[in-house]
T-cell receptor, first 115, second 110 residues
């Protein structure tokens, strides 16, 4: 199957700083990537759809200026949590669809802890 | 926005028992997928169903897509401790946007 990789897996930062999470498709091109947020023992909440070469599409209630998404190439999307606060602590997961099959492949996830 | 409701939300059963997880929506999906996720990891795809009424089997797991493509079920026969995890359904209403269900946390006790 296709491989999607996230980095970093774990990150701890101080309140007020910004954190960047990378999502890469390693063996296929992804014109679209999805970013999710997940709280313990809960499901994935779609935050935004990242589109290569254009602006991301954000779900209702997700602050665009807080969660900056950049889809720089066909294999890389980044999520930057700006001016992070403790309530932003969560597990962030990206995914990318293989359009031919419609299958969705996930990164390993990035656990963010804001002190 | 969670378009898909899963039930039950939590399930704890003894090894060897059977169980069914339901995924329901008022929306129609062009395809629906089931995933299993273990703590600290990303979800892993189990199956994709695309045709109304479709039934797929994966060893002891049986997946069914509703005739109207609004709901799905996952049945596990003779559950084993290795089946423990968070089970998620995810629907694509079209346009390649995937929305996840509320999740079912399964614990199989040896």
């Amino acid at each position: 199957g296709a491989v999607v990789s996230q980095h970093p897996s774990w990150v701890i930062c101080k309140s007020g700083t910004s954190v960047k999470i990378e999502c890469r498709s390693l063996d296929f091109q992804a014109t679209t990537m999805f970013w999710y947020r997940q709280f313990p023992k809960q499901s994935l909440m779609l935050m935004a759809t990242s589109n290569e070469g254009s602006k991301a599409t954000y779900e209702q209630g997700v602050e665009k200026d807080k969660f900056l998404i950049n889809h720089a190439s066909l294999t890389l999307s980044t999520l930057t949590v700006t001016s992070a606060h403790p309530e932003d602590s969560s597990f962030y997961i990206c995914s990318a669809p293989v359009l031919v099959t419609g299958e969705l492949f996930f990164g390993e996830g990035s656990r963010l802890t804001v002190l | 926005t969670q378009l898909l409701e899963q039930s039950p939300q939590f399930l704890s059963i003894q090894e060897g028992e059977n169980l069914t997880v339901y995924c329901n929506s008022s929306s129609v999906f062009s395809s629906l997928q089931w995933y299993r996720q273990e703590p600290g990891e990303g979800p892993v795809l189990l199956v994709t169903v695309v045709t109304g009424g479709e039934v797929k089997k994966l060893k002891r797991l049986t997946f069914q897509f509703g005739d109207a493509r609004k709901d799905s079920s996952l049945h596990i026969t003779a559950a084993q401790p290795g089946d423990t995890g968070l089970y998620l359904c995810a629907g694509d209403p079209g346009g390649n946007q995937f929305y996840f269900g509320t999740g079912t946390s399964l614990t199989v006790i040896p």
